[in-house]
């Protein structure tokens, strides 16, 4: 499915990025590595990668840190979210991370990797989360 409207450099470019992403994730425990690279719209990628802790509740995804980056650096317009794992098949993201891409992000699309080939799965937040609650339900 080609929804996302990024020219076939930039789908590239986060493909290689969100692969390199998840060499940086510190997984001890469940040895599941997930990298994320988010295209910005200034033409940057920012990446993140997923921290496990011994609490494991206290671990955070590769897409809230690489989010929380974005945010971080002033760059709070997103044009795309990309991941991978080392699975062969694309990994979707999780129920929280999904509300996480919605309150920063709920119109990008979600370019999902396999780390073992190249296969690619795209989505839109939309249909990742459908009937999703967000800022304006606050108004």
Request: proline share 4%; charged share 20%.
């Amino acid at each position: 499915m080609n929804n996302h409207n990024l020219t076939t450099e930039q789908v590239q470019a986060l493909r290689d990025q969100c692969l390199a992403a998840r060499e940086y994730a510190y997984a001890p425990y469940s040895k599941f590595r997930v990298g994320c690279a988010i295209l910005t719209k200034a033409g940057s990628i920012v990446t993140g990668a997923n921290v496990e802790n011994a609490s494991y509740g206290a671990g955070i995804c590769a897409e809230r840190t690489a989010i929380t980056r974005c945010v971080m650096e002033g760059q709070k317009e997103l044009q795309a979210i990309a991941i991978s794992s080392d699975m062969a098949d694309c990994v979707s993201p999780c129920g929280i991370c999904r509300q996480f891409i919605r309150e920063f992000a709920p119109k990008v699309p979600v370019l999902m990797f396999s780390g073992q080939s190249d296969k690619m799965v795209c989505h839109t937040l939309e249909e990742l989360l459908p009937l999703s609650f967000g800022p304006e339900h606050l108004h």
